[in-house]
C-alpha cells in the first residue's frame, strides 16, 4: 500500500526579497508536509520567515520583489512552475487565505457579500445572484448572527469577531482543501479570539480541509494544531506532533520559548528569558543562526549549519547537541487552576 | 440620502449669498473710479455727478448691493458702461461658450490624468512610470499663455492645421456638432487640460499604487480574482479621493479659462471678465465673476455628492 | 545617579499614592444635524493605588483601559471625576498642579517606535525631559547613559543610536528609561510588552519588576493579556465598558473570580494542554458598542447568569471578599436576583 501524496509538499524551499537597498533571505531552505485534513502550525517570532513561508504556498508575496527557489506542490499542482493563469484558478479554490487584520484585507468599499459572492461567480459559474444565495448560507456557516442584514454591510460596519468570520466564509466559499491562516486571531479580543479558534476547528474537521496555521502565540497553537513546526530565521528548527513539542521541545530555541511564554505559576519569579534578539537576515548567517543566543552553544555551532535531522515519532530538530542537551528538557507536570483550567 | 442631498443643496444659497458680497465688494476695493472710463477727461463735474447718480453709484455701498442683488436675482445684471447695452445676453452666450471649452478641457485633462496616473501607479519604478510623471510634472510647471502660444505657433502658423483664435469661422458662435467649430476647439482644450491633467496623474499615481499595496488586493490575488476583477475594485477605491482631487481641480479649470480665453479670443465669461477690468466695465465685471464663482459652487456640491454616494465609509446622515 | 532624588513620600505608607474619584470621560461624536450621542468610554471608576504597589487594568478593546490611562496621565481632561495624588488633589488649588503631577506620573506606550522622537538619539530623548525642567545639560546627559545602563543598554554601544536603529525590545528599553527619567513615582505602563515577541516580552518584564525594586516605583499597568496581568500584578482591576466589573487582590480574581465576565475572560486563555481543548466558547458575539450601553448591568446581553433585575437595575460594586469588589447581582444575597426571573435571550 502506497502512502497518498501529500496535500502540501515542499523541498528546500527558499524566498528572497530583493531591492535595491539589500537582499532578505527570509526563507532558507525549509521542508515541508502537510496530509489532507491535517493542521499545521508554524510557530515562529516576527521576521522568523514564518509568513512569508505561507504566502509562497500560493505564491502571495509580492511578485516583483520575491524570488522563489525549490520544489514546492500543493494539491498536485507545482507551484514553481505554473503559470499565471492557472494559478489564478488555483488560488481561491484549492487553497485560500485568511489573514491578520481582517479590517485591511476586506476592500472597505464593497459589501460583504459581493465580495464573498466574486470569490464563488469566479471559480464556479455562477450567476451574481445564484452567488449572493450562497455567501448567505455561508454567513451562517459561520455563525453570523442575522446574516441576511449583514451580507449587504460594508467592513467597518462590523466588530472584528464579525469581520474574521466574513473573511473565513470568503476564504472557505469553496470548499478549498488548504487553508492558509496568517496569525487570525492575534488582532481580537480574548473572548474572541477563542471563538475563532473554535470555529475554525470545527469547519476544519466539517470540510476536512488541511490547514496551515501560522501564529506566535503557542497557546493558540496548543488550541488547534496536531503538528507544530518552530521557525527560527528563515529555517524550521524543530517538527513534531503538538503534545511532543509543547511537552518537551528539543531545540534549544523552542525550550526557550516556552520558558519565556508567560503563564500562571510563575507569580514572583523570574521569567526564563532568551538573551539577545533575532539576527538580521539582510546579512549572510555562518553556522547555527540561533548560535549566539543559545545558552549551550559550542564554538563547532557556528561552524556549518546543523541539518533538519529527524527523531523518533516523527520529530525533527535542527541541533548539533540536542541529544546531550535532553537531560534538561523535562518539564513540570501539568497541574490543575481553580477554574478547571489545566497548565503546564 | 435624500435629506442629505436636499441639505447639501440647501447650503448653496448662505454660500451663493456670501459669493454675491465678495463679488460686489471686490470691484469696489479696487481702486479707479468706473466713471473716469467712460467719460471725456474735461467733462464738468455736475455732469460726472449726473452719471454717477444715474448709474446709482452715488448711494451708500450696502444699499448699492442691496439694490444689484435683488436685480441679479430677477435676471437683471444691469447695463455695460462701455456698450450701453444689457449685460445678461451677453452673459448666457458666454457662459455657454465657456461651458463648452472648461468642458472639452476638464474631461481632456481628467481623463487623461486617471489614465496615465492608473498606468503610472501599476507600474510603478518602472520606466513607463517615469516617463508619465516626468510628462505630469512638465504638465503642472507650464504656464497656460506660454503653452497656448507655442500651441499657436506649431499648430497654425507653421502647419496651418488648426485655427489660432476664435470659437468659430467667421465669428461664429460655438458649437459642437460640426468638425468646423470643433477644430476651433481642440488647441484651447489641450492648454487648458494640460494643468489639471497633470495633477490628476499625481494624485491617480500615489493612489493606484498605495491601494495595490493594501492588504486587501492581496486578498483579492488569492481568491484568484484575475487582473481585470482587480482593477475593479482598485478603481473604485481609488474614485472617491480622486474626485474630491478633480473637484478642487475645478477652480484651476475656472482660472485657467480666462488666460485661456484671453490667449484664444475665445468669447466665454474669461474674456469678457478680462475685458471689463481693464474697461472697468463694473456692471460686467460683477455679473461675469458672479458667474464664475457660482459656476464652481454647483460643480463642487455635484462633485460632493457624487464622492458621498460611492464612498460608504462616509456617513451620508 | 542621586543627584535628583525621587520626591520624598509625604502622606505616609498608608495614604495611597494614587486616589481616582468618579472618573467620568464621554466623548461627544455626531453633528449639528444628526442629534449628539456620546461615547461613554469611561463611566465612573474608582479605585486607588497604594505605594510601592502594580495595579493591573484588564479588559477588552473598546473597555476604556486606554482612555483612563490617558485621564490618569491627565492628557485628556475628564468630563467629570478627580484625581488625588499622595493626600494632594491635582490642579486644584491647594493641591499639587499639573506640572508637579505631571513629572512624578510618567507614561510607556504600546508603540514603541512612535513614542520615540526619530530625530533624537537615544541619549537626547532621555534627557530631554530633565533638560526642560531644568536639570544643566552635562547632568542631564550622565543621568540618561546611566539610566541605559539601568535598563540593561551599555551606554557606549547605545547611547548615540537613532530609534530606527534598534529593535522593538530595545526601543521599549529606552522608552522606560525615558519615563525614569524624572524620578517619577507613578508609572503607567499601557500594554508595554503587546507589540513585542514573547521571547523579549519576558526580557522587558523582568526588567520592570527589577525597576521597581530598585527605584521604588508603583505601577499601573495596562494590558489585554491576562497571564501577563497575573504575572506582574498586586491587585487586578477588570473593565467592562467603561465600568469597574470586579476589582481585587490578583490571588482572588484569578482563584475566587466573583464577576461572570472576569470568569469568562480567565475561561477564554488558550489552555496550554493540547490534550485539553476548550470546547465551549465562555462567551459569544463582541463586546458591544460604547455609545448605547445596555440598561442596567452592562455585561447581561452577554451573560449567561443573566435575569430581569440585570436589566433593570444597575449592580453597585459589592464587596465579596477582603478588597475583593464585583459589580454583579449574582454575588448578592439581597440583591433582588434569586427571586428575579431569567432573561430571555
Not at chain 3, 99 to 109: G, I, K, L, N, W
Not at chain 3, 288 to 304: D, E, H, M, Q, V
Amino acid at each position: 500500500m502506497t502512502a497518498p501524496a501529500p496535500l502540501v509538499r515542499a523541498r528546500d524551499l527558499h524566498v528572497s526579497f530583493v531591492s535595491r537597498d539589500a537582499t532578505v533571505k527570509a526563507v532558507n531552505g525549509v521542508d515541508l508536509d502537510l496530509d489532507a485534513g491535517e493542521v499545521l502550525c508554524i510557530l515562529g517570532e516576527s521576521g522568523s520567515g514564518k509568513s512569508v513561508t505561507l504566502r509562497a504556498l500560493m505564491r502571495l508575496n509580492p511578485p516583483n520583489k520575491a524570488v522563489v527557489s525549490g520544489e514546492l506542490s500543493v494539491a498536485g499542482h507545482d507551484m514553481v512552475t505554473i503559470s499565471d493563469r492557472q494559478l489564478s484558478s488555483v488560488r481561491g479554490k484549492v487553497v485560500s487565505m485568511i489573514f491578520q487584520e481582517p479590517m485591511t484585507a476586506l476592500d472597505p468599499v464593497y459589501t460583504i457579500g459581493r465580495q464573498i459572492g466574486e470569490t464563488l461567480v469566479r471559480h464556479e459559474g455562477i450567476g451574481r445572484r445564484e452567488a449572493e444565495q450562497r455567501a448567505l448560507e455561508l454567513l451562517e456557516l459561520v455563525q453570523i448572527p442575522s446574516a441576511k442584514r449583514r451580507l449587504q454591510a460594508y467592513p467597518h460596519e462590523l466588530s472584528g469577531g464579525l469581520r474574521q468570520r466574513a473573511m473565513i466564509a470568503m476564504a472557505i466559499s469553496c470548499r478549498p482543501q488548504l487553508l492558509l491562516a496568517d496569525e487570525p486571531t492575534t488582532a481580537l479580543d480574548a473572548t474572541v479570539q477563542i471563538q475563532i479558534l473554535l470555529l475554525l476547528r470545527q469547519l476544519q474537521q466539517e470540510l476536512g480541509m488541511g490547514v496551515i496555521f501560522v501564529t506566535h502565540d503557542l497557546g493558540v497553537a496548543g488550541e488547534i494544531a496536531d503538528r507544530i513546526a518552530v521557525m527560527y530565521a528563515g529555517r524550521m528548527v524543530e517538527a513534531g506532533s503538538t503534545v511532543d513539542v509543547m511537552r518537551g521541545p528539543l531545540h534549544p530555541y523552542a525550550k526557550g520559548l516556552l520558558g519565556a511564554t508567560v503563564h500562571s505559576g510563575l507569580r514572583g519569579t523570574r521569567l526564563t528569558t532568551i538573551p539577545g534578539s533575532p539576527p538580521d537576515l539582510r546579512h549572510p548567517i555562518e553556522g547555527c543562526a540561533f548560535a549566539p543566543r543559545c545558552p549551550h552553544a559550542l564554538e563547532t555551532c557556528s561552524a556549518g549549519v546543523p541539518e533538519f535531522r529527524p527523531m523518533q515519532a516523527g520529530r525533527a530538530v535542527r541541533c548539533f547537541r540536542s541529544e546531550e542537551i535532553a537531560g534538561a528538557t523535562t518539564r513540570p507536570p501539568s497541574r490543575t487552576t481553580p477554574q478547571g483550567v489545566l497548565l503546564p | 440620502m435624500i435629506a442629505y442631498i436636499l441639505r447639501r443643496v440647501l447650503y448653496i444659497v448662505p454660500i451663493s449669498l456670501a459669493v454675491s458680497l465678495v463679488c460686489f465688494m471686490l470691484v469696489h476695493i479696487a481702486p479707479g473710479d468706473p466713471i473716469d472710463a467712460m467719460v471725456q477727461p474735461d467733462t464738468p463735474k455736475e455732469v460726472i455727478d449726473r452719471v454717477r447718480a444715474e448709474y446709482g453709484l452715488d448711494q451708500p455701498l450696502p444699499v448699492q448691493f442691496g439694490l444689484w442683488l435683488l436685480k441679479v436675482v430677477q435676471g437683471d445684471f444691469g447695463t455695460s458702461l462701455i456698450k450701453g447695452r444689457p449685460v445678461l445676453p451677453d452673459l448666457i452666450s458666454a457662459s455657454g461658450a465657456t461651458f463648452v471649452l472648461a468642458c472639452t478641457g476638464g474631461l481632456l485633462g481628467f481623463v487623461t490624468g486617471c489614465v496615465f496616473g492608473g498606468i503610472a501607479g501599476v507600474y510603478r519604478d518602472s520606466w513607463i512610470d517615469r516617463v508619465l510623471l516626468a510628462v505630469a510634472v512638465a504638465g503642472v510647471s507650464v504656464p497656460h499663455y506660454w503653452l497656448g502660444m507655442v500651441l499657436v505657433i506649431i499648430f497654425s502658423v507653421n502647419l496651418n492645421m488648426l485655427p489660432a483664435m476664435g470659437a468659430g469661422p467667421g465669428g461664429s458662435a460655438v458649437s459642437i456638432f460640426d468638425w468646423e467649430h470643433i477644430r476651433y476647439l481642440i488647441l484651447p482644450s489641450i492648454t487648458l487640460a494640460v494643468i489639471p491633467a497633470g495633477i490628476v496623474t499625481r494624485t491617480v499615481r500615489g493612489l493606484v499604487s498605495d491601494i495595490m499595496s493594501q492588504d486587501y488586493i492581496t486578498t483579492l490575488r488569492g481568491k484568484g480574482l484575475r487582473r481585470h476583477g482587480i482593477v475593479g475594485h482598485v478603481v473604485r477605491n481609488a474614485a472617491p479621493t480622486t474626485l474630491a482631487v478633480i473637484g478642487l481641480q475645478l477652480a484651476n479649470l475656472m482660472g485657467g479659462s480666462i488666460l485661456v480665453e484671453t490667449v484664444f479670443a475665445w468669447p466665454g465669461t474669461g474674456m469678457m471678465l478680462n475685458t471689463a477690468i481693464f474697461q472697468r466695465d463694473i456692471p460686467v465685471l460683477q455679473a461675469t465673476t458672479l458667474v464664475l464663482a457660482l459656476f464652481f459652487v454647483v460643480l463642487n456640491l455635484l462633485v460632493d455628492l457624487v464622492q458621498t454616494s460611492i464612498d460608504p465609509r462616509i456617513s451620508r446622515r | 545617579m542621586s543627584d535628583t532624588q525621587q520626591i520624598e513620600d509625604r502622606g505616609g505608607p498608608a495614604q495611597p499614592l494614587l486616589i481616582v474619584k468618579g472618573l467620568v470621560k464621554h466623548f461627544p461624536i455626531g453633528s449639528v444635524f444628526t442629534g449628539k450621542q456620546v461615547v461613554r468610554a469611561v463611566d465612573g471608576l474608582d479605585f486607588t493605588i497604594d505605594k510601592r504597589e502594580t495595579l493591573g487594568i484588564v479588559g477588552e478593546s473598546g473597555c476604556g483601559k486606554s482612555t483612563a490611562s490617558r485621564l490618569i496621565m491627565s492628557l485628556i481632561a475628564p468630563t467629570e471625576g478627580e484625581i488625588v495624588f499622595d493626600g494632594d488633589l491635582v490642579g486644584a488649588a491647594g493641591g499639587i498642579s499639573l506640572a508637579e503631577y505631571r513629572r512624578q506620573v510618567q507614561m510607556v506606550f504600546q508603540d514603541s517606535y512612535s513614542s520615540l522622537n526619530p530625530r533624537l538619539t537615544i541619549e537626547e530623548s532621555i534627557a530631554y525631559g530633565p533638560k526642560v525642567h531644568g536639570t544643566p545639560h552635562r547632568e542631564a546627559g550622565e543621568r540618561a547613559r546611566d539610566l541605559l545602563q539601568a535598563v540593561g543598554l551599555a551606554p557606549r554601544q547605545y547611547a548615540r543610536r537613532f530609534p530606527h536603529e534598534l529593535s522593538g525590545g530595545q526601543r521599549q528599553r529606552v522608552n522606560i528609561a525615558r519615563a525614569l527619567a524624572l524620578r517619577p513615582r507613578l508609572i503607567i505602563l499601557d500594554e508595554p510588552v503587546s507589540a513585542l515577541d514573547k521571547s523579549v516580552e519576558a526580557q522587558v518584564l523582568n526588567l520592570l519588576l527589577d525597576l521597581k525594586e530598585q527605584f521604588g516605583l508603583t505601577y499601573l499597568f495596562i494590558s489585554h493579556d491576562l497571564n501577563v496581568v497575573e504575572h506582574v500584578a498586586d491587585r487586578v482591576l477588570v473593565m467592562y465598558l467603561g465600568k469597574i466589573a470586579e476589582l481585587g487582590p490578583v490571588d482572588d480574581i484569578f482563584g475566587r473570580a466573583g464577576h461572570p465576565y472576569t470568569r469568562a475572560l480567565l475561561a477564554s486563555r488558550p489552555s496550554m494542554d493540547p490534550t485539553r481543548r476548550r470546547t465551549q466558547p465562555p462567551l459569544v458575539g463582541d463586546p458591544p458598542n460604547p455609545i448605547n450601553p445596555p440598561s442596567g448591568c452592562r455585561f447581561r446581553t452577554r451573560c449567561a447568569l443573566a435575569r430581569e433585575i440585570c436589566a433593570e437595575r444597575e449592580p453597585g460594586l459589592y464587596e465579596i471578599g477582603a478588597g475583593h469588589q464585583a459589580a454583579c447581582h449574582a454575588t448578592q444575597a439581597d440583591s433582588g436576583y434569586g427571586d428575579s426571573r431569567r432573561l430571555a435571550a
